[in-house]
């Protein structure tokens, strides 16, 4: 209630309506309101309140707005480590001048990039074995032992993200993604565009839906279907025929939330069938929406949006 009654006085304030009071919610218009069908439900009080509402208000339900947080989920994994490889490099080099970071989710993207990490674990491992076999002395041992040291630690990285590319999901390409940030640029000397030096690889993975967050998504769902249309076995059939014109949601690229999207869809509309087809034919994926959605919003403005609540 209060996340509806803070996007209905934004809503108002952004077109510039005023004279309206933001304390209560009218759901249903003058012309809609039907107490009568509810008598089991409202107490005296109830009527009292409804009727003045309805006397000091002209409004009309004009659209049901849901924002929701995702379902219950599995814990989420997160790893991060610096690279300057030149087959990591190389996604830099084929993507457009200035791009800062690439995204990988698909399961034929993250095949790829695994092939490229298994390329350059060969090259560490034969880094690290020419510098340890070409130290002779202790002095020159003591020199390469930061260079030993930060080869073992991507080395160490390296192989402890392979099997997570390797991994084979339920919702392949939902729960996994890794992220390539430049972290280093260089400027070369025959070229006016600047090249990426170093990376900072973002591996995160997990936090998939459990099967009890299915079922808080889809009865979330079953319950605002009969909330919208109680007693009325009318009410589904027109909002089948309506709902690609009418019914829409929006969902961020987070897998977690796309598969709750589609499951409070598979409630609301009451359908059958697995979870796939409907996440790929019933939820908008749209570039601007999931821009909006996926926004990063800055630390400090998150912490007075926290102080707020």
Not at 17 to 26: K, L, P
Not at 136 to 151: F, G, L, P, R, Y
Request: glycine share 6%; with cysteine; charged share 35%.
């Amino acid at each position: 209630n209060d996340c509806a009654t803070l996007i209905r006085k934004h809503l108002l304030d952004e077109c510039g309506v005023q004279g309206v009071d933001t304390s209560t919610m009218m759901i249903l218009g003058p012309d809609e309101e039907k107490i009568s069908q509810m008598s089991d439900a409202l107490s005296h009080e109830d009527y009292s309140m409804r009727h003045s509402l309805l006397n000091r208000s002209p409004e009309r339900l004009r659209s049901v707005i849901v924002v929701m947080r995702h379902g219950d989920r599995r814990p989420k994994e997160k790893m991060k480590f610096k690279t300057k490889m030149g087959p990591i490099l190389k996604y830099f080099d084929d993507a457009d001048p200035g791009v800062a970071e690439v995204k990988l989710k698909t399961p034929e993207e993250l095949a790829g990039l695994k092939q490229r990490f298994d390329l350059v674990a060969d090259e560490l491992r034969a880094q690290l074995k020419k510098i340890k076999g070409a130290a002779t002395d202790k002095e020159e041992q003591k020199n390469n032992s930061e260079k030993v040291q930060a080869i073992e630690e991507e080395l160490l990285n390296i192989d402890l993200l392979i099997p997570v590319l390797e991994m084979k999901d339920r919702f392949s390409g939902l729960e996994r993604k890794v992220q390539l940030k430049a972290s280093k640029w260089k400027q070369e000397k025959d070229e006016e565009c600047r090249k990426v030096a170093q990376v900072v690889v973002v591996a995160k993975w997990g936090g998939e839906l459990t099967v009890s967050g299915l079922a808080q998504a889809k009865e979330l769902g079953r319950r605002l279907r009969h909330d919208l249309y109680p007693n009325d076995p009318t009410g589904l059939l027109r909002l089948h025929s309506s709902f690609r014109h009418d019914f829409k949601i929006y969902s961020s690229q987070e897998g977690r939330c796309q598969i709750t999207a589609a499951a409070f869809t598979k409630g609301f509309l009451d359908l059958d069938g697995d979870i796939i087809p409907i996440l790929v034919s019933l939820v908008t994926r749209e570039s601007y929406a999931q821009g909006l959605l996926d926004e990063p919003i800055p630390k400090q403005q998150r912490d007075i949006v926290k102080q707020k609540i």
